[in-house]
């Protein structure tokens, strides 16, 4: 295992500290933003040292590409997007406050997603569907190296699953800006240009979400050390567990205990250079 370190602008000093700190034999540079350090071994102060620094860090096999895998599967609130949609939704009824906790709670695993989209939901009856076109125009925004991140997985061949207990109003409408080749959500129910405060069909919680990858995993033939998942919190855990690498992106505690690398100083798009 190869220790790979990344940042917008890597400091040289915090670079050189953590190869001294791991016992690296040799820096070598495999993209402008990203360093394998090799022969590094673990130590009880790697992560506290690369936070320090303003380094993300990853450990992966030797030789290992961005080429080897074939699907990537991503959250969308918090994740690919720096907004949680259905917060910004309540902000339109007064009830951003009340309707974040909610979310807060879930994201930490507190309490069960199910019943904290129910309970969120239930909040926005009588909103006019019109809210929905308003927080996509002005209030969210792609986080940092998003759109480079699914260009550069593309270029590379990899089929790419956006999945969101989110709703199919930003998920559709991503698919078509970014190209993705897949999109689940939940959907909201809509009577007379309102939303009723329900949603209809599957609930896309934690166990859904996996169970998208392993569908299209599996239809496309793939093993499970071929796929990536990113996600930010509690509810995308079975997701990471399915993956052969996992992602998270500015996580909550809860996902960072599960995940393969932590990007919290890079953009998304640091995934692209710890392969080079």
């Known amino acids: 295992m190869n220790l790979v370190v990344l940042a917008e602008d890597v400091d040289s000093i915090a670079l050189k500290n953590v190869a001294k700190l791991t016992g690296a034999r040799e820096i070598v540079q495999i993209t402008p933003r990203s360093f394998r350090l090799v022969a590094a071994q673990a130590h009880p102060d790697l992560a506290r040292n690369c936070a320090a620094g303003g ?7 030797s030789g290992r590409q961005l080429r080897d895998f074939g699907l990537f599967v991503t959250d969308m609130d918090s994740t690919l997007i720096n907004i949680e949609c259905i917060d910004e939704i309540a902000d339109m009824q007064g009830l951003k406050a009340q309707v974040a906790q909610i979310t807060e709670a879930a994201m930490q695993g507190e309490i069960d997603f199910r019943e904290s989209l129910a309970r969120r939901v239930s909040l926005l009856a009588g909103l006019p569907e019109s809210a929905l076109g308003e927080v996509y125009a002005h209030r969210l925004q792609l986080n940092p190296g998003a759109e480079r991140l699914v260009k550069g997985l593309q270029r590379a061949g990899i089929r790419t699953v956006l999945v969101s207990g989110g ?8 698919k078509q800006r970014l190209g993705f080749d897949y999109a689940f959500a939940n959907e909201l129910e809509v009577l007379d240009g309102r939303l009723t405060g329900r949603v209809l069909g599957e609930i896309i919680d934690g166990a859904a979400k996996a169970n998208h990858l392993l569908r299209i995993r599996d239809e496309l033939g793939l093993q499970p050390h071929q796929v990536i998942a990113a996600g930010d919190g509690a509810n995308d855990i079975p997701m990471l567990n399915a993956a052969g690498f996992g992602v998270a992106f500015h996580p909550k505690a ?3 205990q599960v995940a393969d690398c932590c990007i919290e100083h890079s953009g998304l798009d640091g995934l692209l250079d710890l392969f080079g």
Not at 55 to 61: E, F, G
Not at 167 to 174: G, I, K
Request: glycine letters at 0%.
């Open 55 to 61: 380094l993300d860090y990853a450990w992966l096999p």
């Open 254 to 256: 809860a996902l960072r």
């Open 167 to 174: 709703f199919t109003y930003f998920t559709e409408r991503l």
